[in-house]
């Protein structure tokens, strides 16, 4: 990756200094060239056949929900409602944020946003889910991986990219909500894509 000046190389390490430097964000094919002069991308999010921790996703809602509601009742069905409404509440404008915050920061007019009219289109599908844990003196960051599928203005698909171990954890390790901590995984992935797509499209 070419070099960062050394104010964005600070941000970087300030974002990413909490959590496993195991990231990893490869463009898996195609090419990104034509994102140049592009300064707005629609963004859509899909979960289908996520994995979570060791289970398929449908397995694990159905576990917590008996084991939650089995501890208080109606405490699971609150759970997955929010296991579900997090996603459009918390991580997809986190994602989004990470993203056109640190376009911002590296002087580049590029922002991500789901109400969008660009043709030009990114679809993030979230693959799998660490939720992580925090319980008194015993901890786990969350995690994701995702893939991130690129569209040009015909609806052509111009590129492919992966996003692999994206940590998250809470400020100050205030994150005994699941929510929270995944919220940031997502925060990061989105810093990430910036980062790739910078370096691909304008060298930065």
Known sequence: MKKFSSIIIMILFLGFAHSSYSQKTVLKSGSLESLKGVTELRVEYTYDNMMVGKYKEADYVAKKVKEYNEKEAGKGDAWQEAWIGDREMKFQPRFQDGFTNFCILASTDL???????????????????????????????????????????SGTQIA?????????????????????????????????????ILDEVYGK
């Open 111 to 153: 922002k991500i946003d789901p109400n969008s009219a660009s043709k030009h289109r990114i679809v993030v599908h979230t693959t799998f889910t660490e939720p992580g844990y925090n319980i008194y003196m015993s901890s786990k960051n969350a995690s994701i991986n995702a893939e991130v599928t690129f569209f040009d203005e």
């Open 160 to 196: 492919l990219a992966t996003i692999t171990n994206s940590p998250g954890s809470g400020i100050w390790d205030l994150d005994y909500d699941t929510g929270v901590r995944i919220q940031e995984a997502y925060a990061n992935a989105g810093r990430a894509l910036a980062v790739l």
